[in-house]
């Protein structure tokens, strides 16, 4: 292990992003008029039956968060990889600003359209699901949070948005079976993204003590 230590040290750098491998997924939200919104998210975490999701405060996600308070999280697996990536580099808000515009991004006013996938009617939220993908989470926005010290969610510039949970679809092929609330972690294949680039799980690193308590336990 010393040896190891010797010829692989440790140095301090200074990354633009911390993306080291998260999940990807898709927002669906709409906004005062109704209007529905497509965008993809690699800021989402989950805590009991609350969703935490990082978006750009002035983005049309953030806007449409902000004044509707209502959100579709849509899975993806590795299957849906192109749906997502046609995504990159579109913005539902017009104009774009200049900033986006010099990287390369455009607007798009049908994000279903463009992404190739058809919207499905929720059940407790108003945004529409995304038919195609295999898991969906409606939920209702419960507090917002402005970061990096901004003093209030009108001046900042990112904000962490609280879901809580309202309504979870799944496909039935990933179901474990026998069970009627659980997913089977080896049919499910989430796609990440890391450093700005998309992957998919591996195999099972290791057998995990945890896997030991039955789920239902958390709902406590």
Do not use: C
């Not at 997502?84 to 006013?109: E, I, M, N």
């Not at 499910?188 to 039955?214: C, K, M, N, V, Y």
């Amino acid at each position: 292990m010393g040896t190891l230590t010797a010829l692989d040290p440790h140095v301090a750098i200074s990354p633009a992003i911390l993306y080291f491998g998260t999940p990807v997924s898709l927002l669906s939200t709409v906004d005062e008029d109704g209007r529905a919104n497509l965008a993809p998210n690699s800021s989402v975490w989950w805590l009991g039956q609350t969703a935490v999701v990082g978006v750009a405060a002035r983005s049309q996600t953030g806007r449409n968060l902000v004044a509707t308070g209502e959100v579709v999280i849509n899975l993806p697996s590795t299957t849906e990889v192109d749906a997502v990536d046609r995504l990159a580099l579109t913005t539902g808000r017009a104009p774009v600003s200049p900033r986006k515009a010099a990287a390369g991004y455009r607007h798009v006013a049908d994000k279903f359209a463009e992404a190739g996938v058809r919207p499905l009617a929720s059940e407790t939220v108003t945004p529409p699901r995304v038919a195609e993908l295999p898991v969906h989470l409606e939920g209702r926005v419960t507090a917002i949070h402005p970061l990096g010290g901004a003093p209030s969610v009108d001046d900042a510039s990112i904000l962490a948005v609280e879901v809580g949970v309202t309504r979870v679809h799944v496909r039935e092929s990933l179901r474990l079976p026998g069970h009627a609330n659980r997913i089977d972690p080896l049919r499910w294949r989430p796609l990440l993204l890391s450093f700005q680039r998309f992957f998919g799980l591996g195999d099972e690193a290791h057998p995990s003590r945890l896997s030991t308590i039955d789920e239902e336990w958390y709902r406590g």
